[in-house]
């Protein structure tokens, strides 16, 4: 059963700073993976999705990498603004089946 | 392109009241449609997937008689909770995929409580 998990739960960081956030899944047999916002009290917005054949995504500030051998991503934001105050997840989406497992999230506050 | 709705987004419904929320795909045809369910500051969880035209398949710990889900058409997939519980309050999510390529488009998510 894939597992996925997120480290840390939660980041508070000045703005400006560029940080990363970590996502692990445990079954490295993955279609793609998927990092998500999600506001207080919305639903998911779409960042960056990187296939299982690629390493690395961008977009505009954002980069996220992956290395499936090891079961692991990252996504880095840079120079990091009070707007990107949310929650930030990772989904894997396994090669035998549809479904997206989600990671626990890591809520970060960017204060200025 | 890809944008998913939900209605309503938010409901409140007395326990053992039925609530039915909806799902739609406004700009492209489901093949697939998924249901989430998201507890405060946790995480999603796949409550089922359906196909248009065919029955929906739940996860494990789901109830199918509790949660029925109907995907009568290419755009339009409904979530009813019957004999709602305050438990049963929740965030609940859809998401709609085009074919077994494409990613998930996520809707806005239902937010109900049950009194």
């Known amino acids: 059963k894939q597992e996925v998990t997120q480290i840390p739960a939660a980041l508070s960081v000045p703005e400006g700073e560029n940080l990363v956030l970590n996502c692990s899944f445990t079954d490295s047999a993955i279609y793609n993976l998927q990092w998500f916002r999600q506001d207080p009290g919305k639903g998911l917005t779409s960042l960056l999705l990187i296939q299982s054949s690629q390493r690395e995504q961008t977009s505009g500030r954002l980069n996220a990498s992956l290395d499936k051998s090891s079961g692991r991503s990252t996504l880095y934001i840079a120079a990091s603004q009070p707007g990107d105050s949310a929650t930030y997840l990772c989904a894997v989406r396994a090669r035998t089946a549809s479904k997206l497992t989600f990671g626990t999230g890591t809520r970060l506050q960017v204060t200025l | 392109g890809a944008v998913v709705s939900q209605h309503p987004s938010r409901v409140i419904c007395k326990s053992g009241t039925s609530v039915k929320i909806e799902c739609r795909s406004l700009d492209f045809q489901a093949t697939t449609m998924f249901w989430y369910r998201q507890f405060p500051k946790q995480s999603l969880m796949l409550m089922a997937t359906?196909?248009?035209?065919?029955?929906?398949?739940?996860e494990q710990g789901v109830e199918k008689d509790k949660f029925l889900i109907n995907h009568a058409s290419l755009t339009l997939s409904t979530l009813t909770v019957t004999s709602a519980h305050p438990e049963d309050s929740s965030f609940y999510i859809c998401s709609a995929r085009r074919d077994r390529e494409d990613e998930q488009y996520f809707g806005p998510g239902t937010r109900l409580t049950v009194t």
């Open positions: 359906s196909n248009e035209g065919s029955k929906a398949t739940y």
